[in-house]
């Protein structure tokens, strides 16, 4: 039955002279979504309102689930389209809408009617009364409620007529692309891909890095991280994956350094290296799955000795979350199950049996120092032998 469905977004309606930056934004996130599933659709915005219309047969619940993973849609409305050939028969269209979209008549429904087009000859509140009318009339079995009803039958009076009751609900946010583009460290733990999630909720476009450790961690971790990135591109639109080989730099840490300061220390060159790749692909700021006091490289000081060799911001929007939040959204976004498979990555394999926990920054650089003779030409070859994958 239903060829159309409106699209409903939220904050970007006050967005003001700018608006519509983030509808054609949007406009164009929802073709890229509908673009591999049959039924050839056709995206239009028109006063405030953005269509896809199929021109050919589809599986409904595909579009749905596809449009359910477009940042900056509030709601999903599948909806008729017509043209205004007179009231009676709006009315006819109506009805076969109402018996066929509600099999089980024993409901409480109102009409709620809204002129666009003033120049239509009834005004809303008539079309509310007549239209109620006709359909008590034509199933007796419906009630009128007008506070909570069980069906909203909404009736759009525009240059054409748009007739919807059903509204799915969207992720919200604002469309990728519209306020930046940042780098998530993504490893194959829980959190990361949640904060990636998020950050690209708020309109950020994101690429990933993850550090490898081979042989330390095999083929089937990194293809864990990959399979994450795909999770999250779902979401994100297309990812470019940094894969870098983090072995020799790891095993230079351990060799001189103390071995309580391990994960703090590995930790800044992470951030030092995803930084680099960051500014080379036209990032302005860094991702991370960090949550306050969760591990021990994650307490405030903790943060505070990573941050520090930082020059673009790091957004942590897991930061006040605790663990069952953060697993409860990524089971939301399917990333959970991914998560928890028994791979190792590179932070976990090289862990201090008793690593500190409230670090001292002269303290970390002073041990930093012993790495001075070798350190900077193994980034150096670890950025330009960086593996780049593309995550559609």
């Known amino acids: 039955m239903f060829k159309a469905f409106l699209i409903k977004y939220g904050e970007i309606g006050v967005k003001g002279k700018n608006r519509y930056i983030f509808e054609d934004a949007l406009v164009d996130q929802i073709r890229f979504s509908l673009k591999k599933i049959d039924g050839k659709f056709t995206v239009s915005k028109e006063n405030g309102r953005i269509y896809a219309e ?53 409901i409480t429904f109102k009409v709620n009617a809204r002129r666009a087009r003033k120049n239509y000859p009834m005004d809303s509140m008539e079309i509310n009364s007549e239209m109620g009318h006709r359909i008590l009339e034509a199933f007796s079995e419906f009630k009128v409620d007008v506070k909570k ?44 891909p949640v904060a990636g999630y998020m950050i690209a909720k708020r309109g950020v476009k994101i690429d990933a890095t ?24 779902r979401y994100s ?63 405030m000081q903790s943060l505070a000795c990573t ?12 930061i006040g979350f605790d663990k069952q939040e953060i697993i409860n959204l990524s089971e939301k976004i399917g990333t959970y199950e991914t998560s928890i498979q028994p791979f190792e990555d590179c932070c976990t394999i090289f862990v201090a049996k008793h690593p500190v926990t409230k670090p001292n920054l002269k303290i970390i650089k002073n041990s930093e120092r012993k790495l001075e003779e070798k350190i900077d030409e193994m980034i150096r070859i670890a950025i330009e032998t960086t593996e780049k994958i593309k995550i559609d």
């Open 307 to 318: 941050n520090e060799v930082c020059t673009m911001p790091v957004f942590r929007p897991v």
């Open 237 to 299: 639109g297309p990812i470019e994956l940094n894969v870098v080989n983090f072995t020799d730099i790891q095993l230079y840490i351990y060799e001189v350094c103390p071995h309580d300061e391990l994960t703090i220390i590995m930790r800044r060159y992470m951030m030092k290296i995803s930084e680099e790749l960051g500014r080379q692909s036209g990032c302005q700021g860094l991702i991370t799955g960090e949550s306050i006091g969760q591990v021990a490289s994650q307490t």
């Open 54 to 106: 199929a021109r050919g047969e589809f599986d409904y619940d595909e579009v749905i689930e596809s449009l359910s993973r477009v940042f900056g849609i509030v709601g999903i409305c599948p909806m008729i389209q017509i043209e205004d050939t007179g009231f009676d028969d709006l009315s006819k269209v109506v009805l076969e809408y109402m018996d066929s979209t509600y099999p089980d008549k024993n």
């Open 149 to 192: 009803p069980e069906v909203l039958l909404q009736i759009e009076i525009r240059e054409k007529i748009n007739i919807y009751s059903i509204e799915v609900p969207g992720p919200g946010g604002m469309p990728v692309g519209t306020n930046g583009k940042a780098m998530l460290l993504l490893s194959g733990g829980i959190d990361s």
């Open 210 to 233: 993850y550090f490898h450790a081979p042989p330390y961690t095999s083929e089937r971790a990194k293809q864990k991280v990959v399979d994450l990135a795909k999770l999250v591109a």
